[in-house]
């Protein structure tokens, strides 16, 4: 069986810390990173568009989805499910392609499970609490026990930073951005000296 060479770089954060953001700056740098559309139940937020930020299906697709097996992780969240369509993580995969991901904890300790040696998990801190709570509220999008929920949430899941490979503090966006853009150039090159090597 060939050796699976691409590299899934998953990205994980809170609402609020600027996640969706740097991903979109990502691929607007034309780096060669293929975006993997995660699918969700949930309502198109303003300016969100379907099959460019997020699959937006019902209720019923997705759970036919679940029952032909056909995301790679999925997970309920505030009522509403998200989840990572298999299909396209495998094909990028078998051409070695380098895979851009956002999504929760739960769902990148699932792909580092299934792809330990392809997965690099990359963790966008805020600054602090506060001005995660701040984020949110400039959000306008979300009541305030909505917001206390997703604090709630955030605390837990930093808990997480540590089994992470990378964790980046978004305190100031462009600094954050050149972070971020650094590790992702330097894990593709790396991934470009493994394969030349194993073909010469």
Not at 2 to 31: P, Q, Y
Request: net charge positive; charged share 30%.
């Amino acid at each position: 069986m060939k050796s699976l060479k691409g590299k899934l770089f998953v990205i994980s954060a809170r609402s609020g810390s600027g996640k969706t953001t740097l991903c979109k700056r990502l691929l607007e740098d034309n780096l060669g990173l293929a975006h993997s559309i995660s699918m969700t139940t949930r309502l198109p937020r303003p300016g969100e568009k379907g099959s460019v930020d997020y699959y937006f299906v019902s209720r019923r697709y997705f759970c036919q989805m679940i029952k032909k097996r056909a995301f790679l992780e999925y997970e309920d969240n505030f009522g509403y499910f998200y989840g990572t369509p298999k299909r396209f993580i495998k094909d990028k995969l078998k051409e070695d392609a380098p895979v851009l991901l956002s999504i929760d904890v739960k769902g990148a300790m699932k792909i580092k499970k299934i792809y330990p040696k392809n997965s690099i998990l990359i963790f966008i801190l805020p600054p602090s609490i506060d001005s995660l709570r701040k984020r949110l509220s400039q959000r306008m999008s979300e009541g305030q026990s909505s917001i206390s929920k997703r604090l709630g949430i955030a605390r837990r899941e930093m808990a997480y930073k540590d089994r992470y490979d990378y964790r980046i503090v978004n305190d100031q966006l462009e600094r954050a951005y050149r972070k971020l853009k650094k590790i992702i150039v330097s894990e593709m090159n790396n991934q470009k000296e493994g394969i030349w090597r194993m073909y010469r």
